[in-house]
């Protein structure tokens, strides 16, 4: 054979298996995504990681890098559901991430939790997916009597689901919350506790309707972004934690303090370096 033609089979052959050895090397260290929806709530684990690259995808922000030599993606997510849900979607598509950690400050529904406590979100809900009984003109509107909707419940009309009265909860990951739960000994500024997160793309300042969502759905803090994320996350059969810290608490008058958004990305990094350490790759 013509040394030239052996050479030009050797190239195809080489060319034609590349993209299966970098598609089984993104596999074996598919990256970290830590969510972050405000500037305040992202740039600083941003800055924290190694050789990192930004980029936009469409209107979302996104650092790559790496910390302890594994790839870290931080994604600004924008405030509310849909920016969260979207951001999630685009980071699992693009990047194929192992884990999601959505992270932030949240405003307290619970009077025992202080500014700086940090709640690991055992659960999240959406505050924002209800149904309100049928009343009649002249007869008035009260938030209390509202029914949650399961929007994934059905394929059908969501206000005709046989069982409106269960509100839809999305789990962490046994394994992320476990860690999470693992570094809280290293947090000075305040508790971490495990808890219910609350999202809407709602700004509540009624003591009586949050003193219901706290009784009726053991919310202990609500935020605009957790339950969307998690929503999606699961779609994507991504795990999923949602840690969020208590930038003001209402119930207790605990005034609001920006620098929370700082710490809360400080305690994740610990949760990511120690997630780290535990990936069978990590330690390639």
């Known amino acids: 054979m013509h040394p030239k033609k052996v050479l030009f089979q050797a190239i195809t052959a080489c060319c034609l298996t590349l993209p299966v050895i970098t598609f089984a090397q993104s596999q074996e260290k598919r990256p970290i995504v830590v969510q972050g929806a405000m500037p305040v709530e992202a740039e600083r684990f941003a800055q924290r990681l190694d050789n990192a690259k930004e980029e936009h995808i469409g209107e979302w922000r996104f650092w790559r890098g790496t910390v302890d030599g594994y790839p870290v993606v931080v994604s600004e997510t924008l405030k509310g559901m849909s920016n969260a849900a979207a951001a999630t979607a685009i980071a699992a598509t693009q990047f194929q991430p192992a884990a999601f950690i959505n992270q932030g400050t949240a405003g307290g529904h619970d009077p025992a939790l202080n500014v700086y406590d940090i709640v690991l979100g055992k659960y999240s809900v959406n505050l924002g997916a209800f149904k309100t009984p049928h009343k009649l003109k002249g007869e008035g509107s009260d938030s209390t009597q509202w029914k949650p909707m399961d929007l994934l419940a059905s ?130």
């Open 155 to 284: 394929k059908g009309s969501a206000g005709e689901d046989k069982n409106p009265h269960t509100i839809r909860k999305f789990p962490a990951d046994p394994q992320l919350l476990a860690i999470a739960e693992s570094v809280k000994d290293s947090y000075s500024k305040g508790k971490v506790v495990e808890g219910v997160i609350g999202s809407a793309d709602l700004w509540n300042s009624e003591l009586d309707r949050i003193s219901h969502f706290h009784k009726d759905y053991q919310t202990s803090v609500e935020e605009m972004e957790t339950a969307s994320a998690a929503q999606v996350a699961a779609a994507f059969s991504v795990p999923f934690i949602g840690i969020r810290v208590l930038s003001n608490n209402i119930t207790n008058n605990g005034k609001y303090d920006p620098n929370t958004g700082l710490a809360c990305q400080d305690y994740v990094y610990q949760v990511v370096k120690t997630y780290i350490s535990k990936l069978p790759s990590a330690k390639e």
